[in-house]
């Protein structure tokens, strides 16, 4: 299957600090990407879509300027937390579609965020 | 919009035993898609088998089968012979629309036991 990777694994940043995140599909080009947040024991939450040359779209309550999401390429979609807060420690996954929206999707190892 | 539930927070099965995992989704589009997945301590997501809501025929995967019910918006997920690998989260997701994305269900914790 298609492999979609993802960036760091895990990460530890202070309070007001900016953490970027990378989300790679490596066999497939992706126009679409996904941004999910999961929260201990919890479900995945959309958090917005990527757009490979346009603006994200952002669900409903995820604040855009705290989550800066960049689509640069066909292969490459990275989010960005922002001045992050405690508040922000969670487990972000990525996932994309490599034969179009109504296929699989492959999602990235997901990278676990701590902020202190 | 789409909304699934998953009734069952935790499940347990005996090795070699079967277990079904219930879902119950909600869509208004009439083309859409249905989706398990598993999840195991690792956390990468795992795709276990998937149903297009236009096929009457139960999608299969090994051990793995769903019984889908359209017009009761049901698509339970059944594990014949479990097997110590199996246990995991489960989550049931429904894809519908152009933009791709899934929704998701809270998930079912599924432990085999030895």
């Known amino acids: 299957g298609a492999v979609v990777s993802q960036h760091p694994s895990w990460v530890i940043c202070k309070s007001g600090t900016s953490v970027k995140i990378e989300c790679r599909s490596l066999d497939f080009q992706a126009t679409t990407m996904f941004w999910y947040r999961q929260f201990p024991k919890q479900s995945l939450m959309l958090m917005a879509t990527?757009?490979?040359?346009?603006?994200?779209?952002?669900e409903q309550g995820v604040e855009k300027d705290k989550f800066l999401i960049n689509h640069a390429s066909l292969t490459l979609s990275t989010l960005t937390v922002t001045s992050a807060h405690p508040e922000d420690s969670s487990f972000y996954i990525c996932?994309?579609?490599?034969?179009?929206?109504?296929?699989?999707?492959?999602f990235g190892q997901g990278t676990r965020l701590t902020v202190v | 919009a789409q909304t699934v539930t998953q009734s069952q927070p935790e499940m347990s099965v005996q090795e070699a035993e079967t277990v079904t995992l219930s879902c119950t989704y909600d869509t208004s589009e009439n083309n859409y898609y249905l989706f398990w997945y598993k999840q195991p301590p690792s956390r990468q997501m795992i795709l276990v088998i998937r149903?297009?809501?236009?096929?009457?025929q139960n999608a299969t995967e090994n051990r793995f089968s769903v019984n889908f019910q359209k017009a009761a918006k049901s698509f339970s997920l059944k594990i014949s012979d479990s097997q110590l690998g199996d246990t995991a989260m489960y989550f049931c997701a429904v894809l519908g629309g152009s933009q791709g994305n899934l929704i998701f269900g809270k998930g079912t914790k599924l432990s085999v036991k030895p």
């Open positions: 149903q297009e809501a236009y096929k009457q």
């Open positions: 990527s757009n490979e040359g346009s603006k994200a779209t952002y």
């Open positions: 996932s994309a579609h490599d034969r179009g929206w109504n296929t699989e999707a492959f």
